[in-house]
């Protein structure tokens, strides 16, 4: 259910707002990122890189 969600969430805001969809799309590099992160040192280095770009 959760996945329908988002499929629909995503279509309709790269309809609507291009921008908001660039956002969605670096956010979830980011949490893909963290998710990859070996420790606190590599967290604190991957926010410090994406909270640059926003």
């Known amino acids: 259910m959760n996945s329908f969600g988002?499929?629909?969430a995503h279509l309709?805001?790269?309809q609507s707002d291009?921008?908001?969809?660039?956002?969605?799309q670096i956010y979830r590099e980011w949490?893909?990122?963290r998710?990859?992160?070996?420790?606190?040192s590599d967290l604190a280095?991957?926010?410090a890189i994406f909270s640059r770009n926003l």
Do not use: N, S, T
């Not at 291009?18 to 969605?24: M, S």
């Not at 998710?35 to 606190?40: F, K, L, T």
């Open 45 to 47: 280095e991957i926010d």
């Open 6 to 8: 988002k499929l629909f």
């Open 12 to 14: 309709f805001d790269h």
């Open 35 to 40: 998710r990859q992160a070996m420790g606190p």
């Open 18 to 24: 291009p921008e908001a969809g660039r956002r969605r």
């Open 31 to 33: 949490d893909r990122q």
